[in-house]
């Protein structure tokens, strides 16, 4: 069972396959997002028309009373009270005058009407559905529409009345097709219909009126209203849903389209980096099989005598063109192919190979090697590291282990390794140490030996920053439990001197000397020695 999985991993894990695995999933959730989106989008376009027209039938109607109410004061200059010629026809001429009036008079319980034409009586007027703004008395009758002879609408104060019609504000407010307006009372009781049509408000359009959002869907119309006035009247705007239907399904077409295109760029993206990393792979396979794997010593240095004590391997990949690959490149490459663990006892191998007969000359030397998790977990380095320390006569104090903080996945396990390794004469290192998450409980599970300090701490002595305090911390740490510190990333004299001074043994950095290959470091270490 186990094999037909591994059979049927290797056939879907490759560019192909998993570069249409990611477009499919890709496309799932993109499409998913892109039908969400193109409805608030669609809803937020439909919100910011219908505002538009909102303000816009807001500002027209208010002018068109405010021209009414302008032209009632004018005519309320004009002495009425009692109908004479000479009152009459200065009616006459005056209406010629005014906008969006037909005709004017002055209505009186005791006398008959004084106009310049038709004016309605009071007891016609008792017909109107009827609004009272302050002293301004509003009566429309939609029903007038009809008859020219008719006024739709009048607005009069204290006797004086001036006949208009709701046409003249049904052409200002001027909707599009599938597009009404409705003026609402204080109470809801009264509508003002600019189509002539609508004297109470539907339950659907109580209920819009009564919403708190930008945007209410009714299942007969989509909705929009204002706050009220200072009389608490509202304007209630209302569309076709289908308008918004249609543009709700242009928008998911439109992203539709854009979530397949990104959904088809992430699966190419996905598959042309599986290829660059199985390439990859491929290729530090071969190195492997050519010997392309070279490794560079950087010295390690007794801090006070300046003396050299070892150096750290580090590996290194020259290719057949004589480019070299960026370690940060191909060794998280391994790390998850888990080449890692070849590239380990290649090191080993050629530490020995090449530094073997010199450490053996000079017992005092020894040379660390790095192990990665999968290291820990496969432990086969331990028999290939035996084998090669008793060809070359090497003692295993001479070959010391760095492990990471990050890369103990297992400490149970490490712990055991790594005691096993100490054991047998091999010395232990904490790589990095402090830039884990549970630096102090390692120590107290671990067997360890030597600290390593990371650079990002020592680059930091001696300033204002954070995390200055932590390289002195480790070191009074390390002392307290007997164990050694090395220094990375020393560049400086006064770095040097200064962990000197806070009680450090060894360092390692460009103040001593970079990384170097084995006949070099062999050159050093007589220099320095």
């Known amino acids: 069972m186990a094999n037909k999985h591994r059979t049927w991993f290797k056939a879907v894990y490759r560019p192909l ?113 009827h ?116 543009l709700t399904w242009q928008y998911r077409a439109l992203w539709a389209v854009m979530a397949l295109l990104l959904a088809a760029l992430i699966g190419w993206l996905a598959a042309l980096q599986l290829r660059r990393d199985q390439s990859l792979e491929r290729a530090l396979q071969m190195a492997l099989r050519r010997g392309e794997l070279e490794v560079d010593y950087q010295p390690l240095v007794d801090l006070e005598t300046r003396r050299c004590l070892g150096a750290e391997a580090l590996v290194r990949w020259r290719r057949a063109d004589g480019q070299r690959v960026r370690p940060d490149l191909f060794i998280p490459q391994a790390e998850d192919s888990g080449q890692i663990c070849a590239i380990t006892q290649r090191v080993i191998e050629l530490v020995l190979s090449e530094q073997g007969e010199f450490l053996k000359q000079n017992p005092n030397l020894y040379i660390s090697v790095n192990l990665a998790a999968a290291d820990i977990l496969d432990a086969s380095f331990v028999q290939h590291a035996q084998a090669l320390l008793t060809k070359y006569q090497v003692a295993p104090a001479q070959l010391l282990y760095e492990v990471t903080e990050r890369g103990l996945v297992d400490v149970a396990l490490a712990s055991s390794l790594l005691q096993a390794l100490r054991d047998s004469g091999h010395r232990i290192a904490i790589d990095d140490f402090g830039t884990g998450y549970s630096s102090l409980s390692y120590l107290q599970q671990l067997p360890v030996d ?80």
């Not at 026809?89 to 005056?94: K, S, T």
């Open 450 to 529: 030597v600290l390593k300090i990371d650079k990002s701490f020592v680059d930091t002595l001696g300033s204002e920053a954070a995390s200055s305090p932590v390289a002195p911390h480790i070191i009074q740490m390390a002392r307290s439990l007997g164990l050694k510190v090395i220094a990375e990333g020393i560049e400086h004299e006064a770095q040097a001197s200064l962990l000197l001074e806070l009680g450090a043994h060894v360092g390692q950095g460009w103040l001593f000397a970079k990384a170097m290959d084995a006949a070099s470091f062999r050159a050093f270490v007589a220099e320095h020695g």
């Open 131 to 246: 609004w009272q703004f302050g002293e301004v008395d509003l009566w429309w009758a939609p029903d007038n529409l009809a008859d020219p002879q008719l006024p739709s609408l009048v607005m009069g104060r204290n006797g004086y009345l001036l006949a208009s019609s709701l046409q003249y504000l049904r052409d200002q407010i001027s909707m599009p097709t599938g597009i009404d307006a409705l003026v609402v009372g204080p109470k809801s009781a009264q509508v003002l219909d600019f189509r002539g049509v609508s004297t109470s408000l539907s339950a659907e359009q109580q209920r819009a009126l009564a919403s708190s959002q930008p945007l209410w869907i009714g299942r007969q119309r989509v909705y929009i209203s204002g706050p009220s006035d200072n009389y608490g009247m509202r304007l209630l705007i209302s569309a076709d849903p289908q308008r918004l239907q249609q």
């Open 17 to 129: 396959p998993m570069g249409l695995i990611f477009t499919f999933i890709s496309a799932l959730g993109l499409l998913w997002g892109a039908w969400n989106l193109a409805g608030w989008q669609a809803r937020e376009a439909e919100r910011s028309a219908l505002q538009a027209l909102h303000d816009q039938a807001s500002e027209s109607s208010l002018r068109f009373y405010t021209q009414l109410y302008g032209s009632l004061q004018t005519l309320e200059a004009v002495p009425l009270q009692r109908c004479t010629a000479a009152g009459l026809a200065q009616l006459h001429d005056l209406r010629r005058h005014l906008l969006y009036v037909r005709e004017i008079g002055y209505l009186s319980a005791n006398e008959p009407v004084c106009g310049s034409g038709r004016i309605p009586t009071i007891s016609e007027l008792q017909q109107y559905q």
